[in-house]
């Protein structure tokens, strides 16, 4: 019993000590003591009164897009082309699944035809793009390893997939000939 009372005074001892010698080595100015826990780096602050508002999808509108395309990361040159083809595949609603019949406010209302359903979202990418149980190439799950039809409903990851489709073969797996027989 002694001897756990000897070592326990010796730790109690010794951490009073370092106590000590940290209060010692403390900073004299409290100010000093607050800039210190200061973070390294602050977001900036906004010096905008108005805030972001979110986009409002509107069935036939693509005001919204060219600034979303640049995000995404499609050139400049390319964006009225992919307008004309967000209009045609979803009508500019990136909630829409392939067959879905659309309200004025993008709202789903019904499904017309149930054979391309996985056709998904602006572009309506295809499940041949990102589901690797059809294709064992699809670029879309390959390069951005998105491989399921749910975040390509997100304007944003639809467009940056359809930017991928893009890089590998232009507009072309939007031509229309591609999948119906041209005149």
Not at 63 to 83: E, Y
Request: charged share 20%; glycine share 6%.
């Amino acid at each position: 019993m002694r001897i756990l009372t000897a070592i326990l005074a010796t730790l109690t001892s010794l951490t009073v000590s370092l106590g000590l010698a940290q209060a010692v080595s403390a900073p004299t100015h409290a100010s000093d003591a607050v800039i210190a826990l200061q973070p390294l780096w602050q977001p900036p602050v906004a010096d905008r009164l108005d805030p972001i508002q979110p986009i409002r999808y509107r069935h036939g509108d693509t005001s919204w897009l060219p600034s979303l395309a640049k995000q995404a990361g499609w050139p400049d040159h390319a964006i009225p082309q992919l307008t004309q083809i967000v209009l045609r595949e979803s009508g500019a609603c990136p909630n829409r699944k392939g067959g879905d019949i659309v309200d004025k406010d993008c709202n789903i209302t019904g499904v017309s035809e149930w054979n391309h359903r996985s056709d998904t979202g602006l572009l309506q990418i295809n499940g041949v793009n990102y589901d690797l149980s059809r294709n064992k190439w699809a670029a879309v799950c390959r390069q951005l390893d998105i491989c399921t039809q749910d975040p390509l409903l997100d304007p944003l990851t639809n467009l940056k997939a359809g930017l991928v489709l893009y890089n590998l073969s232009g507009f072309e797996p939007w031509d229309p000939c591609n999948w119906k027989k041209c005149k």
